[in-house]
């Protein structure tokens, strides 16, 4: 059963700092490149970061470069995204996506993060 589990959403005023986790299952997690999307009311799923099997390479959204940062543990089965600095327009739901070779997709339900004052 694959379960890509969620957390660390919330409220939080700008320039704050937010860690979300996703926290994987039913799968094997190291075998898999892992990506951050998030979703703002009215707008596209939009990509907010990339990280490679092992981790050795990161990628991000023009938006979000030097201010967020992607991360992932292989023993835990856990994705991070550190997030500092926010800005209300990262108000989004943010979801944890596993991609495998050569179709897997599966994805998480979604985090709510707000940033307001």
């Known amino acids: 059963q694959v379960q890509l589990v969620e957390s660390g959403g919330g409220s939080v005023q700008p320039g704050g700092s937010l860690r979300l986790s996703c926290t994987c299952s039913?799968?094997?997690?190291?075998?898999?490149?892992m990506k951050w999307y998030r979703q703002a009311p009215g707008k596209e799923r939009e990509l907010v970061a990339t990280?490679?099997?092992?981790?050795?390479?990161?990628n991000y959204a023009d938006s979000v470069k030097g201010r967020f940062t992607i991360s992932r543990d292989n023993t835990k089965n856990t994705l991070y995204l550190q997030m500092n600095s926010l800005k209300p327009e990262d108000t989004a739901v943010y979801f944890c996506?596993?991609?495998?070779?050569?179709?897997?997709?599966?994805w998480g339900q979604g985090t709510q993060v707000t940033v307001s004052s």
């Open positions: 996506n596993a991609v495998g070779w050569p179709q897997a997709n599966f």
């Open positions: 039913g799968f094997t997690f190291s075998n898999y490149g």
């Open positions: 990280i490679t099997t092992t981790g050795s390479t990161t």
